[in-house]
């Protein structure tokens, strides 16, 4: 049984997934993913991933590497050491000082 505020799904560090994953509820990344990558909950992406992925998520935390284009309905937090490229739409972007950020936001109301 999942709880409210419980990772439900791991792609651990040495990890390689290609296509499109598709998840419900909190899904953590510590691997690599190459696709795209879609969640009705939170996606954390941890220090050391890499995704080369469009991403579509309510709640979107990068602290490794991503290109591609993020679409959060609720907000992003791009944290340190994180390296980002691509384009992000949410209605709340936060960026952390020392983040590598190549790109364009575009902010949105939220719904």
Known sequence: MSKRNEICAIIEEGCKFEGNLSFSGIVRIAGVVNGSVFSNDTLIISEGAIINADINAN?????????????????????????FEGTVISPSLVVEEGVIFHGVTKMKDKK
């Open 59 to 83: 709640v979107v935390i990068i602290s490794g590497s991503v290109k591609g284009n993020v679409k959060a309905s609720s907000r992003v937090e791009i944290r340190r050491p994180a390296r």
